[in-house]
């Protein structure tokens, strides 16, 4: 008998976007002729930017001789990108991060998931909901989560609400958690949160010794000044905050693989045993045995990211973006729906109209629009009558939704 983690007899049978994947699958066998345009899963639709072809092609050309292969590098990164990375997102912020507390990756999902090898087995848990799947799924693959409850919660993590009545801004847990995952820009509301609000966050922290696992993943779409960038913007955030990034949205390198954590020194944990630790040294050790660094290719092309031409480059593939959101902000709230997000965010969260729940929202407009969106409910049971939007289309197709969504449902009361 092969014995398996038992976890997994627990784990939801069907992912979201494989069920959203099985409705768009039989709709387009039952209708062959429709011209579906997908705004649902948040891949990016931009090829990659000149200056990263160009380092990626040199770094390939590098690998093809001798005197400049690079076999196995640092399991942390290849300073050369931590530097850049220290640099140019915090020091010419005025935010004291060293290129030492850099941990480059092959994307934040992996870190996201990994992350959890370092918290104690009975680590308490809090999250934001609605909420990016993974910070769930990964704890409940080790065992933290509890029992599954029907309202397709788990018993042992705390859900904070964000939703119309709150305006998307959470209040604090009610009992202190060990661990407390937040993202912003949020995925999937598309919200974000200001300094003030952020810094509420970094108190609770300090004050009930819990750790804050900061995903900012959507960091480069940020337009307003009172949104931080990084959560070390925030006094104190480096004692109780890990951060992960990264270059999937920012640059398109969804398909490349590159991302990195900040996990500074001065934040340090504690064990059942009363051992304290820096969890920079654990997260490296653990980093070490289980990873052999992401490729150097990728690292080549995420270093070509920090050139004014890279800068420039991304920075309008940022902004074609962005500009897709204001065209389905505008669009979908000129037919008469409510949305959020879409400002400081790819993504732009919209009501369902009166009682309609995610799901039948979302075939309605698959049915009647040949439009995919992704239902707010699988992200929690706080994104019931919710869908998510994403900017991430061509402008022509951008236009075409948002045209035929006026077309197709009228202007909705
Ligand atoms: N974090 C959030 C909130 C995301 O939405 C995503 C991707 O969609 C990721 C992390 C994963 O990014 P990566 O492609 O770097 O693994």
Redesign the pocket.
Do not use: V
């Given at each position: 008998m092969i014995l398996i983690n038992q976890n997994f007899t627990k784990m939801p049978k069907s992912y979201l976007f494989t069920e959203v994947g099985h409705r768009v699958s039989d709709f387009k066998r039952a209708h062959p002729e429709a011209d579906v345009i997908s705004l649902g899963i948040?891949d990016v639709t931009l090829p990659l930017s000149p200056a990263v072809v160009e380092a990626m092609k040199k770094a390939v050309d590098e690998m093809s001789i001798p005197e400049t292969f690079h076999g196995y590098g640092p399991e942390q990164g290849y300073p050369f990108l931590r530097e850049k990375i220290a640099r140019f997102d915090y020091n010419d912020r005025g935010i004291n991060i060293s290129a030492n507390e850099i941990f480059i990756s092959d994307?934040?999902?992996?870190d996201?998931g990994n992350i959890v090898d370092i918290l104690d087995s009975q680590a308490t848990i809090a999250v934001t909901d609605p909420v990016?799947p993974v910070y769930i799924d990964t704890n409940v693959m080790a065992g933290r989560a509890g029992k599954p409850l029907a309202d397709g919660r788990w018993s042992n993590i705390e859900y904070i609400p964000c939703c119309i009545e709150n305006n998307f801004i959470p209040k604090l847990p009610t009992k202190a958690p060990s661990v407390i995952y937040l993202?912003y820009p949020n995925?999937p509301t598309g919200t974000s949160l200001t300094h003030s609000q952020l810094s509420k966050w970094v108190e609770y922290a300090h004050r009930n010794n819990c750790l804050i696992l900061f995903?900012a993943?959507?960091e480069s779409y940020i337009q307003r000044n009172n949104v931080p960038h990084s959560i070390y913007e925030i006094s104190g955030a480096r004692e109780v905050a890990i951060e992960?990034r990264?270059y999937?949205k920012t640059a398109g390198f969804?398909g490349v693989r590159c991302?990195y954590t900040v996990v500074p020194s001065s934040l340090k944990g504690t064990a059942s045993d009363g051992t304290t630790m820096q969890l920079r040294d654990i997260w490296l050790r653990r980093q070490c045995t289980k990873f052999n660094g992401a490729s150097y290719i990728a690292q080549r092309a995420a270093e070509a990211l920090y050139t004014t031409q890279g800068q420039q480059q991304t920075a309008a593939q940022v902004a074609y973006y962005m500009e897709n959101a204001s065209i389905i902000l505008e669009g979908l709230t000129h037919s008469g729906l409510t949305c959020y997000g879409g400002i400081d965010s790819p993504y732009i969260w919209v009501k369902t109209p009166a009682t309609t729940s995610s799901w039948n929202f979302f075939d309605i407009l698959l049915e009647k629009c040949h439009i995919v969106c992704t239902p707010g409910a699988g992200f929690g049971p706080a994104g019931e009558g919710y869908v998510r939007v994403t900017a991430f289309n061509s402008r022509q197709n951008t236009i075409r939704a948002v045209n035929r969504i006026a077309d197709k449902l009228g202007h909705i009361e």
């Open positions: 948040g994307g934040a999902k992996s996201i990016y993202c995925n995903d993943a959507y992960f990264s999937s969804t991302g």
